[in-house]
């Protein structure tokens, strides 16, 4: 019964800022990497930002110096901070992470349900 749930989206103007958050919950042992990730309309869903249980992140170019992902492991929660935003930034914006449910299980990808996020020009 593991679940995402993101919120934080919504409509922006370019150069303004949104924080997205996403928090997991259910029957979990331990949350590895988190991450997130956009879909654009006509376009593929691609990596935004990812983050390590440790701490270490990456992030895609088009963001770099944007956008911030950051994590607070107690609350099982992740958050992409989204500042400078541009009209290209517009796109449904889903959460991931790779959780293991029990001891010696195989960890599992989970979604989040998707947020929209709109920067007009």
């Known amino acids: 019964q593991v679940q995402l749930v993101e919120s934080g989206g919504g409509l922006v103007q370019s150069g303004g800022s949104l924080r997205l958050s996403c928090t997991a919950s259910g029957s979990i042992f331990s949350i590895n990497a988190m991450g997130w990730y956009r879909q654009a309309p006509g376009k593929q869903r691609e990596l935004v930002a990812t983050?390590?249980?440790?701490?270490?992140?990456n992030s895609a170019d088009s963001v770099k110096g944007r956008f911030t992902i950051s994590r607070d492991n107690a609350k099982n929660t992740v958050y992409l901070q989204m500042n400078s935003l541009k009209p290209e930034d517009t796109a449904v914006y889903y959460c991931?992470?790779?959780?293991?449910?029990?001891?010696?299980?195989?960890?599992?990808?989970?979604w989040g349900q998707g947020t929209q996020v709109t920067v007009s020009s």
């Open positions: 983050i390590t249980s440790g701490g270490t992140t």
């Open positions: 991931n992470a790779e959780i293991v449910i029990s001891l010696w299980v195989e960890p599992t990808a989970y």
